[in-house]
């Protein structure tokens, strides 16, 4: 498998703020948001032995397999290796590959990112995090009705444009969106408010 990185940190987003959690960045990705913040590209071949060696390296359970877009490599043996090992398996993905049942029964939580308005695929969502750019925010609404497993976690996170002035109209709109549609809750990316990986 192509892995970016693996690393251990504090979740900055959605329900799972503040948690600790093993992070394994998948590289590579079928989409290209032109907002993405994360150099995912570059890559050293593991094997799942290998995975779950780095990740029962570190004390946090909460294992969370990030991108890049992970759904292009996970396999069900890479997720039954990580539950013998006794972790909680999370997945943060764009939703738009479809998974087998049995990935789904051995994914313990799924959060979705949509982008550009394109609707999930992927079978199961538990977690909903949009991400909201003022110069697009027709991109939200196809994404109100969607049903996922709780209802309680929805969440719209300011684009990070790179650009102090274009990111303090997103946080801007991206409160007001909420206040008005109170479905939805603020996520911050608060490991970049942190100074954390």
């Not at 609707?119 to 991400?131: N, T, W």
Request: a negative charge; proline letters at 6%; one cysteine or more.
């Amino acid at each position: 498998m192509k892995i970016n990185e693996i690393f251990y940190s504090l979740q900055g987003e959605g329900r799972y703020t503040g948690t600790p959690a093993v992070f394994v960045r998948f590289a590579g990705c079928n989409l290209r948001c032109d907002f993405c913040d994360t150099s995912h590209e570059s890559f050293e071949e593991y094997t799942e032995d290998k995975i779950v060696g780095a990740v029962s390296r570190y004390p946090s359970p909460h294992v969370i397999l990030t991108g890049g877009e992970p759904t292009l490599q996970i396999t069900d043996t890479l997720l039954a290796a990580l539950h013998r090992s006794g972790r909680i398996i999370h997945i943060e993905t764009n939703g738009t590959r479809a998974l087998d049942d049995n990935m789904l029964q051995q994914l313990d939580w799924i959060t979705v990112s949509p982008k550009f308005g394109i609707p999930p695929v992927i079978g199961r969502i538990d977690e909903l995090k949009a991400v909201f750019d003022a110069g697009h925010p027709e991109f939200i609404r196809p994404l109100e009705e969607i049903d996922i497993t709780h209802s309680d976690c929805r969440y719209l996170q300011p684009c990070d444009r790179g650009d102090a002035r274009l990111n303090e109209v997103n946080l801007r709109e991206c409160i007001r969106y909420i206040l008005r549609n109170p479905r939805w809750k603020l996520s911050l990316q608060t490991h970049k408010l942190l100074g954390i990986q």
